[in-house]
Structures are given as structure tokens and as C-alpha cells.
């Protein structure tokens, strides 16, 4: 019979992972263990530490940058997005959008403007993809005990999304530790 698993079960988060030191390498051998891809998922452990480290080890639900308000998710993918430059799907998602707005006939007849069309629409639907890359890694990392997760928002704090929710990411001591973050 079929099972789906719940995500966000505690005894499959990582919580029982017993709280030991762990050195880099010991970090990375745990991540290669639960991860299908582990040097992105490390990438993304990274830059929650980076965040986390300013905020007393939690991440989100926004970092301000510049002035301005974004997710954590849309964060971490626009950071990860330079990752992607040169991948041959990035190249191909370019072509599709430049096909579906010609046939639209929604492309600006000014070369720039239709470079910066083409450019914001590609840039939503690597977004779009990168959120859900984004929480496959950290669920993941949720898995390896490095990183807890809830949701804040609109109503109240809360372990599971919706209802206008945002991702709150905390790091372990261990994990921090490890990085050479606290």
C-alpha cells in the first residue's frame, strides 16, 4: 500500500539526532547522507547560517536588504540564482519565454525593454522553481538535524504553512558550530 509521508512528522525531522560536536567534515558527511544533492543543500545551509548568525541562529520569515523587505525562501533562491547562469535549462526557460511572448505579440519593440521583459519573466519562473529547490534543501537539512523549521504569520506561529505564513528557519548549535558561525 502506498504511504505518504508527513514532512513535518518529528520523529523524521532529525530531532532524535543525538546533539554531538560536529566538525565540517562530519557536517558534510551528513548532509551527503540525507541529500540527494548535497552541495546545494550545503550552499543553502550556508546562507541560512549567514542570516541566522545576525539573529540569534533563526532565519526569517524576511531579510532586509537594501531597504527592502523580502521571504527568506525568495532570498536564499535570488542568492542562489547566480548558480544557474550558464545551466543549459536557465538557457532553455530564456528561449521559451522569448517564443511565448512573440507569439503573444507582448515583446516591446525596443530592444532594451524587451531584454528587461524577458529577463523579469525568467527571473519569476527560476523563482517559482528555486522556492521549491529552496524547500527540498531544507527539508533536508530539517531531516540531518541541522535545521528547524516553523511557519510565523498572519494569525499565529505555527508548524505548518498557509493562511499567509512565512518560513522561519533556526540553525543548530552544532550546526552553527560547525561553520564557525556562534
Known sequence: MFHQPDLFDAAKTG???PVVPLSLPALIERIAGVSPRPRYT???LNLIAK???ANSGSAGPYVVEADRRISLRDWLCDSLVPMAQRDPRRLRIVEEVKTSLLEQ???PQDRVEA???IASEV???VR???RCNVSRAVSDLV???LVRRHYQGYWVDHHNRGAQREAVYTITPAAAAALGRF
Open 51 to 53: 542570516v541566522a548568525g
Open 128 to 130: 517559482r522553481s528555486g
Open 115 to 117: 531584454d528587461r521583459v
Open 42 to 44: 550545503f550552499m543553502v
Open 143 to 145: 531531516r540531518a538535524g
Open 105 to 107: 505579440n507582448a515583446l
Open 123 to 125: 527571473r519569476e519562473r
Open 15 to 17: 530531532e532524535d539526532v
